[in-house]
Every structure is written in C-alpha cells, then in structure tokens.
C-alpha cells in the first residue's frame, strides 16, 4: 500500500493594510482631534492609541 501526501495549497501572503507613511498621517489627524475631546472621558482612549502609533510609525 502506498501512501501519497496531498499538497495542500499555502495561503497568499498577507499584505500591509497602512503603509508607514499612513500611521503619520493617522497619528497626527489623532493629535488633532485630542485637542477637540480633551475635556471628555474618550480622550484617554485617543491618548494611548497616539502613542501605540508612535511606536509603529
């Protein structure tokens, strides 16, 4: 009895959603609406995702 392995296919590659050009832009549109919410409870939440992309871009 022979045994035959049957090649799965491989998935595609994921590709970058956001380029790193992207995250700057997003940061800074971020900078700018932290001034507008500053005053509201939101504004911690923006306040960590400005930072988290710090990091990326």
């Not at 956001?18 to 549109?29: C, E, V």
């Not at 919410?37 to 988290?52: F, G, I, M, W």
Request: aromatic share 8%; no cysteine; charged share 25%.
């Amino acid at each position: 009895m022979t045994t035959d392995t049957i090649e799965q296919p491989q998935p595609a590659r994921s590709r970058a959603v956001f380029s790193q050009q992207d995250f700057g832009l997003i940061r800074t549109a971020i900078a700018h609406y932290l001034k507008e919410v500053q005053d509201q409870p939101e504004s911690v939440k923006y306040a960590n995702l400005y930072h988290r992309l710090g990091r990326v871009a």
